[in-house]
């Protein structure tokens, strides 16, 4: 069974650009979570999708925004891109709210 | 409230030896408490998890205890090995998942000496 895939593994963007990251959950996992993990600060949780709908979100700004596809990918969308964005972003996927998160390998994304 | 403590910061244990990683919690509404181990260049892997209707939890050499007056639970990695060194981390999520979020301690770096 394929894990959580992300793509980009990497990701070189300037201070004011825009980044796209995606993912593709577990086969069958309807639920799809972003994390950042940034050094020295942990993984702090992003959003949460499910069934295509945002569920939840954590305190970032609104220039950090998403969705998830029919098929349930989820892309991250961050806008107005900040040297402080640079991080580890971390997709993982449930099969439901209820059940344990699977993590990818995530996208590093660096800002110069 | 939401502040999942761990400790400590970084951790070396001799080849064999048992290596142990505590968390604290406030919020009494956590009802999953998961540990993961994060390699290198790689995402966080569901090691073990717990609920709070029991004490101990044991998967081949990974133990969590669990004592939830104390609200305190901690990763006993008993017979530690190399392939074990790895930066652990425990989290806790409210109750039925009802906000999708996990809740992070600051990590674990785990070294396990030959």
Redesign the interface.
Known sequence: EAG?TQSPTHLIKTRGQQATLRCSPISGHT?V?W?QQALGL????LL?Y?EGEE??R?NFPPRFSGRQFPNYSSELNVNALELEDSALY?C?SSQ???????????TRLSIL | QQQVKQSPQSLIVQKGGISIINCAYENTAFDYF?W?QQFP??????LI?IRPDVSEKKEGRFTISFNKSAKQFSLHIMDSQPGDSATY?C?ARTR????????????TTLQVKP
């Open positions: 959580v639920s979570y994390y942990g993984l702090q949780f949460w499910d569920r939840n954590g971390l993982a439901d709210h209820n059940q344990p998160q699977h993590f990818g390998d995530g | 998961p993961y260049g790689k995402g966080p892997a569901l998890a981390f989290a039925s998942g009802n906000t999708g979020k996990l809740i992070f301690g600051q990590g």
